[in-house]
């Protein structure tokens, strides 16, 4: 069956692939690589849907396209790798391109897996996570090994994969796989995961502060954070500190290690002492921080200044403690009308506790005082 140079439908979407010629040599140093397109989400094969012949080579990269018939197959007759040449197909599914290399010439058939899409994560999860700190360079490379457990290739609204959040005061990485990018403190690989297997490495900067804090967004077998020098002063670290490593190349690392996080848990890990403002921010920044801490704490001073203490009033009527039953019961409105503005979202929770605990104490006074006179 020779290679159909057919139309492309509509069922499967073709992502062009710029600066590829349509060239091969003779049909006598031709090979046949015939294969079959299988939607493994469905468990059945795919008909229509475009089949690219990729072949890379030092300096050109060659293809040829075919249309898989009613069973999902396709054939390729084209020229055998020379010298650091190979092949690959990519079968376009769904606006998602599948890889798969292929043996130049040993005639077996190849099936390329595809599958349905979907545009929920819960599939996801790390399988490991290794942190390489580089603390004389202050630089920090990360290698996230991650495993989509579904039968669906994920891809996010904005028709992207993994959003990872970066440590806290990062917002660029110097290097990473290709066409990474970053997104406010967010780091966006624009790959969808498909199922099964992959990874993803990028590196950035140290936080000027050198104070390594990053949320974890998936559910991750085990953290790995290695520290170079070995004798790197870590003041502080959520991680279990496994003491000197040594690698493959002969040097040591510092290493630390956690199992078993869960989304929203949080890596800690401070290299030497915490630095000082003046270390890291401006002059003007410290100063407009220092105005800032003052007025709050002022507000805070009036907020929870002391109560003077009030000399417990005596009845010059003769009646009692009437006067103190009337304090107590006026405090008890005053806690139910800030129960009701609580529950309206007038007041932040905190400032809705400080006052009903600070009425709550007076009530238990005063409740005090009137079983003391016998009222």
Known sequence: MRARRSPLRTSCTLVPLAA?????????????IPGRVFNRTLSRPVPDC???????????????QDTTDADGRFRFDAPRP???????LSAAYASVDYLHPVDGGSGESVEISVYETTGADTAIALASHHIIVDAAAGEVSQILIVQ????????SGNGHGLEVPLPEGV??????????????PILIDPRPVQPGGSHLMFVHPMPVTQRLVQEIRYPTGSVDILVAPSDTPISESSLQDLGEASVSDGRNFRRLSATALKPGDRIVLQIGSPALPGEWISRETLIWGTGALAVAFA????????????EIPTDRSGQGGTGLEVRRTAMLEQIADLDDRF??????EADYRARRNALKAEIVRLTRALDSTGA
Do not use: C, M
């Open 20 to 32: 590829l010629t349509l060239a091969f040599s003779s049909p006598a140093a031709a090979a046949s």
């Open 50 to 64: 475009p089949v690219t012949l990729i072949r890379h080579g030092a300096q050109t990269a060659v293809t040829a």
């Open 343 to 348: 529950a309206d979202g007038e007041l932040p």
């Open 171 to 184: 917002t660029d990485i110097t290097r990473g796989s290709q066409n990474l990018h970053t997104h406010g």
């Open 299 to 310: 507000l805070l001073a009036v907020f929870f200044r002391p109560r003077q203490k009030a």
């Open 148 to 155: 989509n457990n579904g039968d669906r290739t994920y891809v």
């Open 82 to 88: 020379a010298g650091d040449e190979h092949l690959i």
